[in-house]
């Protein structure tokens, strides 16, 4: 009995993901302009549950699901990161908390933060 509990569970969190990653990739798709250029790849990695991709190294640059290596990687959960996106948590507490972690080049996640929030005006 606990098991099959524990198993739905698992696959309520699963749907939770899919849900959240596509609500993210839809936000980003609104809020980075087709003409953005990021000069670089970044990916989001939702612990296993899924992906978002930026392909920012051309203009106009490409917001997939697909998971591909980019130049900067961001883990964190996928509902840490629509509470970020909502602007409910900051990214630098996330990150000073343990909520994500960035491998690769920093300085494309850190130059994504303003132009979120220029389009978010």
Do not use: W
């Not at 970044?42 to 997939?64: M, N, Q, T, W």
């Amino acid at each position: 009995m606990r098991k099959q509990m524990a198993k739905n569970e698992k696959k309520a969190e699963a749907l939770t993901d899919v849900g959240q990653i596509e609500e993210i990739t839809a936000l980003l798709k609104k809020m980075i302009g087709p003409d953005v250029d990021l000069g670089a790849t970044l990916k989001f990695d939702y612990e296993g549950a899924g992906v978002v991709f930026i392909d920012g190294s051309r203009v106009p640059h490409d917001i997939h699901n697909r998971d591909e290596p980019a130049d900067c990687t961001v883990t964190l959960a996928s509902d840490i990161h629509l509470k970020m996106l909502r602007m409910q948590l900051d990214q630098t507490s996330a990150f000073t908390r343990g909520l994500m972690r960035i491998s690769g080049d920093v300085g494309v996640a850190v130059r994504l933060r303003p132009l979120i929030l220029k389009n978010l005006r």
